[in-house]
Nanobody, 123 residues
Framework: QVQLVESGGGLVQAGDSLRLSCAAS????????MAWFRQAPGKEREFVAG???????FYENSVKGRFTISRDNAKNIVYLQMNNLKPEDTAVYYC?????????????????WGQGTQVTVSS
């Protein structure tokens, strides 16, 4: 298992940028697939971005070209760089980890979750 703690959320204006961080603890972090999900009020939890342990990345279409997921295995940190934020990006953002066979768009495949960090984008 891996323990996850998110940070970096906040209140920003449309067009601004934020970088979220997810600090992980536990053995074999580098073998986990990591992802960011978000959940807005009244909506289902939504996949945002993922990075496999081999390094390839995946993005939800609405954030593609604006968000970048990366990981630093030496520091046990996964990042989500969010540029050109829009009001519809407002949500609680969660870091999650999966191991073995998983699909990024399926939250139930992820065994570890952080507590979430709030991102609010004003117009």
């Amino acid at each position: 298992q891996v323990q996850l703690v998110e940070s970096g959320g906040g209140l920003v204006q449309a067009g601004d940028s934020l970088r979220l961080s997810c600090a992980a603890s536990g053995r074999a972090f580098s073998t986990y697939g990591m992802a960011w999900f978000r959940q807005a009020p009244g909506k289902e939890r939504e996949f945002v971005a993922g990075i496999r342990w081999v390094g390839d990345t995946f993005y939800e279409n609405s954030v593609k070209g604006r968000f970048t997921i990366s990981r630093d295995n030496a520091k046990n940190i996964v990042y989500l760089q969010m540029n050109n934020l829009k009001p519809e990006d407002t949500a609680v953002y969660y870091c999650a980890a999966a191991r073995g066979t998983y699909i990024f768009a399926r939250p139930t495949d992820f065994s570890s979750w952080g507590q979430g960090t709030q991102v609010t984008v004003s117009s």
